[in-house]
């Protein structure tokens, strides 16, 4: 639930054509420190689901780099493997989460007649 919506996007805006166990761990490295320290002395395993999207966006951010540094990225639409490798870790981030799909639901108001 936390690693592989990360893991999945990640790959995809990496252009990368397999997952390395580089990738992976990479994903699950970034998931176990996005804990907070206070909830690890609090004996919490998973951070709350609350900040799914926000994990979400992290670890694929550095499955993207994982990628990226084992010659496995091939880019992604506008984003070749080259303009990949240029990007800081924090416009890393920004590239994912410009990327993501964001749920934007209309409100439905029925009226009674």
Request: hydrophobic share 40%; aromatic share 8%; glycine share 6%.
């Amino acid at each position: 639930m936390y690693l592989f919506p990360g893991i999945g996007l990640g790959t995809l805006l990496s252009g990368a054509r397999i997952v390395s166990d580089g990738m992976l761990q990479a994903a699950a490295e970034r998931l176990a420190s996005y804990m907070k320290e206070e909830e690890v002395l609090q004996g919490i395993i998973y951070p709350p689901t609350s900040r799914i999207r926000d994990i979400t966006k992290e670890v694929a951010a550095a499955v993207v780099r994982e990628a990226v540094a084992e010659d496995l990225a091939e880019g992604y639409r506008d984003m070749d493997a080259r303009e990949l490798a240029r990007l800081s870790e924090e416009e890393t981030v920004d590239y994912v989460k410009n990327n993501m799909w964001n749920p934007v639901y209309p409100t439905v108001v029925y009226k009674k007649d």
